[in-house]
């Protein structure tokens, strides 16, 4: 119904009432009053109301959902070797390699826990694998007072060569040596010569001046 229809009806309604009130026995001045009050205050309300709109608030607009605070940053990560549960995990991006062990179920008598950098900061697809003690019996021996000679074919062993014996590679000063030997000892053994530009600072063209001296 339209706005001026609408006024029309409530004028009309309020208008019968008052009518019907007179005809009665009982009306006094104050009814005929109360009856006037209540038509300008129905047409007052039947003016003032927008078209086409309800009295009553309206609700928040249906499917309009609430917001959520974005869920933190995760990190899945391989736990493999030897550990009691190996697998991948779920950790909260910041965490540390013990506490990826740990979801692992922890190590394992044969693990060489000491290998791994416990404190280290994990990576979104990270692998980290545990090694056993035996797996680092494997790794050639080097004797006392020798250590990170170069073998008997002239090549470094970049698993196993000190920083004196990296730094005899060409192209690869102090720094670089530093920085190879802090990789192997996060990671693990390099498992060919190649992995060897793994090492930040280490690319193609380093590692061909290299390629034929080092060995694994």
Not at 109 to 135: C, F, R, T, W
Not at 166 to 185: F, H, P, Q, V, W
């Amino acid at each position: 119904m339209k706005k001026g229809s609408a006024k029309w009806a409530v004028t009309v309604i309020c208008v019968l009432a008052a009518g019907v009130c007179y005809s009665c026995g009982g009306v006094s001045g104050s009814g005929a009053a109360s009856g006037v009050q209540t038509l300008m205050l129905a047409e007052e309300t039947a003016a003032e109301a927008p078209e086409g709109e309800s009295a009553e608030p309206e609700g928040d607009p249906a499917g309009q959902a609430a917001e959520t605070s974005p869920s933190a940053t995760v990190c899945y990560v391989h736990v493999c070797g030897e550990v009691m549960r190996p697998g991948v995990y779920e950790l909260e991006a910041g965490s540390r390699i013990y506490e990826a062990v740990e979801l692992a179920g922890g190590f394992t008598q044969e693990a060489a826990a000491s290998y791994l950098n416990l404190a280290q900061e994990i990576a979104d697809g990270m692998k980290i694998e545990v090694p056993s003690k035996a797996d680092l019996e494997k790794l050639p021996e080097t004797p006392a007072g020798t250590a990170g000679a170069v073998p008997d074919d002239g090549k470094v062993n970049i698993n196993t060569a000190d920083k004196a014996s990296l730094m005899t590679l060409k192209g690869i000063g102090e720094a670089k040596a530093e920085d190879i030997i802090s990789y192997r000892d996060s990671n693990g053994p390099f498992g060919s010569i190649e992995d060897i530009m793994k090492v930040p600072g280490i690319k193609n063209a380093a590692f061909e001046k290299i390629k034929d001296d080092i060995t694994v």
